[in-house]
């Protein structure tokens, strides 16, 4: 019998959007039979004593708001130090060497605002956790980002108009046909 696959789902947020869609991928892995642990980042998660193993997984989601046009610090940093930093002979060493990201795959995903500049604004953080992701050796297969509403209220003067309650239901509904084709693709 073949092992279930296995995915983590990785994601900062501060007011609740990004979790919309992290959850929403949470179904997609189970609607296709994989096994898939989620985990909110925050203020209090130790880099240097995480609660998991990057290398337990098949597959990876890295997801975040965007905030001053990056990830959260956090998340960042935990992948940073995760992937620079290793312990050799008791002391923390940084590491330099080529990677070569696969043959596991990963994705990424944000939501943001957009307020100032449209889609171009998802664009820095979408390529820092692109980054990320490869440098732990998951390939990056797919980058998903939506409009996540800044409060309750609309903002006249914005580049996509009124955002209140997005990620809204289409916008989900997309995260999960994008995740889908990609676990749908043969490997
Ligand atoms: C402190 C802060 C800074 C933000 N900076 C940006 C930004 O630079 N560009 C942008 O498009 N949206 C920005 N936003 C909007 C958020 O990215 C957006 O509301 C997102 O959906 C928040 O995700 P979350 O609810 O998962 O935290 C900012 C929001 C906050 C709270």
Redesign the pocket.
Known sequence: MSKIKKSLILYQ???????KVAFRFKQVFEKKGWGCDIIKVGKDMDVDNLPFDFQDYDFLCAG??????LPGKELVDIIFKTTHRTRRAGKIVHVHQKIKPGPKKGVVFV?????HLGPK??EPALSLLDLNIEHLRFRCVGRFSCP???GKRPTPGQWFGDITGRPNKRDLVKAEIFLEEILEEPY
Not at 64 to 69: F, K, L, N, R, T
Not at 111 to 115: D, K, L, M, P, R
């Open positions: 947020t501060m007011t609740g959007n990004t979790e975040s708001g965007v905030y001053a046009a939501t943001y605002a957009g307020t604004e998802a996540g509403s800044l």
